[in-house]
């Protein structure tokens, strides 16, 4: 479990440093698309038979940092969508 976090804060930050631009998103939020995306990157790795959902590997490690870009393009489009058009 520890791992699976560690793992989730370095894709994470790796997606947001490959990610152009400065993101507004914090530590918490980070980590979470980073775990968000190293899940990703295992099941496509899993389905693909390299590996488990939860073994790291090269393959599932790019796929989780890819996905992890864009669900951090994601989250900025939803969080500027809501700083410009508040609800009332």
């Known amino acids: 479990m520890i791992g699976f976090i560690v793992a989730g804060l370095i ?6 440093l490959l990610k152009p631009g400065k993101q507004h998103l914090g530590l918490l939020a ?7 995306g190293s ?8 389905l693909l038979g390299t590996g488990d959902i939860f073994e790291l590997n ?3 490690f790019v796929v989780a940092v890819v996905a992890a870009v ?13 700083e410009h058009h508040p609800v009332h």
């Open 58 to 60: 090269v393959l599932g």
């Open 70 to 82: 864009a669900l951090i393009g994601v989250a900025e489009a939803i969080a500027g969508r809501r």
């Open 30 to 36: 980070t980590l979470l698309l980073g775990l968000v």
């Open 11 to 16: 894709i994470g930050a790796l997606a947001r």
């Open 39 to 46: 899940v990703i990157g295992g099941t496509v790795a899993s």
